[in-house]
């Protein structure tokens, strides 16, 4: 499978970087749209000191309108995706006798691109995800209950909303897996809407 050649993006803002809401919405925008690594934690923190709180609520609104207007994500085929390191799949990872193979690919596009998202089977954090990864998953029953949801690891921007807050909770799945034929998943996620995971139409 292809390589992801995008460097990683860890270094918080410098201070110079946002003396003005231009400058840093310039500078917000490019990092979290061009990387498909997770924001470093210290983004609104500069030489130790939190940003002009006046600054930040500015930028944060403009920043969300500004996402919320212009992004989509598409489908990816798991020939044209990456594969998921070891170090974010965390269950599932070892076949059983009577294992059911699932395959979940995350789609491409800008929204929450800077970010992973989580993929929870039978209420576990079983991998973490970029875009345009895909992982193998081994399941023991045809009934499993996926869900997609935002990192729980995350930090920062990368944390979202925790379930029952902000009126969000995750999206609880349920499919009937085929013993015989693959298996495929997409996460998906759309402006206003949480992350779900949906079958590929084969």
């Not at 993006?9 to 231009?22: G, N, Y």
């Not at 800008?110 to 193998?136: H, Q």
Request: with cysteine; hydrophobic share 35%; charged share 20%.
């Amino acid at each position: 499978m292809p390589r992801d050649s995008t460097p990683r993006l860890d270094q918080p803002f410098r201070h110079t970087e946002v003396k003005h809401v231009s400058a840093f919405l310039s500078e917000f925008v490019n990092r979290f749209c061009s990387t498909h690594e997770p924001p470093a934690h210290g983004y609104f923190f500069a030489k130790g000191k939190i940003m002009n709180r006046g600054l930040l609520l500015v930028s944060t609104i403009c920043v969300s309108a500004i996402i919320s207007s212009g992004c989509t994500t598409s489908p990816v085929s798991v020939s044209n995706a990456i594969d998921v390191p070891p170090e974010r799949l965390l269950a599932f990872q070892d076949q059983g006798e009577h294992d059911i193979k699932i395959t979940i690919t995350r789609d491409k596009g800008i929204l929450m691109s800077g970010c992973y998202l989580g993929v929870e089977i039978e209420g576990v954090l079983a991998g973490r995800f970029n875009p345009k990864e895909t992982a193998d998953f081994y399941i023991p029953t045809n009934k499993p209950r996926l869900s997609a949801v935002y990192d729980p690891l995350g930090q920062g921007l990368c944390s979202g909303p925790k379930p029952g807050t902000w009126g969000y909770n995750p999206v609880e799945e349920h499919y009937v897996l085929s013993e015989i034929r693959p298996n495929l998943f997409r996460i998906s996620l759309g402006s206003g809407s949480p992350p779900r995971l949906f079958p590929v139409k084969k």
